[in-house]
């Protein structure tokens, strides 16, 4: 199975869905039309992609339900600017989903957290078209560049 999340910055959301028996996390862009679009061009706001992290998980695992909870967990859902320090439009939070059920499913939850919170949340639920991968220098970020990796989630507020 696969599932698609946008949430901000794709390395500082990576390592966190392999905790929780994700096979495969990739980074990559989707939401825009441009084909094979290049990280400097999404950063720059260029194509209307958003960085994407594609998850390959089984449903004896991990399921959507639970991708849903850690993905909610891990981003800050009111804010429609970006995400933390990174602003801009590739840096919004989307949920692409590939079928009917998955919509329901985070229609639900998102329902869920805004009656919670009393807030509107700001989380794009698109029909899921096409991904792109990420160069390769982004994939697994945190293993590659861990001192970066950890400057990166403090200077980005996501770790105090």
Not at 24 to 36: A, I, L
Not at 71 to 95: C, H, M, R, W
Not at 108 to 136: D, V
Request: charged letters at 30%; hydrophobic letters at 30%.
């Amino acid at each position: 199975m696969k599932a698609y999340f946008a949430g901000g910055c794709f390395w500082c959301v990576t390592p966190i869905y392999k905790i929780y028996g994700v096979d495969q996390v990739t980074c990559g862009y989707s939401g825009g039309d441009e084909v094979n679009p290049t990280y400097e061009d999404v950063k720059a706001q260029k194509t209307g992609h958003r960085e994407t992290i594609e998850l390959t998980y089984k449903e004896e695992n991990v399921s959507y339900d639970k991708l849903l909870d850690i993905y909610l967990a891990n981003v800050d859902p009111f804010d429609g600017e970006g995400q933390y320090i990174d602003k801009g439009f590739s840096y919004t939070l989307a949920i692409y989903y590939s079928n009917d059920k998955e919509l329901e499913m985070a229609q639900a939850k998102i329902k869920e957290l805004e009656e919670k919170s009393g807030k509107k949340t700001q989380i794009a639920l698109e029909k899921f078209k096409s991904f792109y991968k990420a160069e390769e220098e982004h994939q697994d970020y945190y293993l590659k560049n861990p001192e970066a990796f950890e400057k990166e989630m403090k200077e980005s507020g996501r770790i105090k």
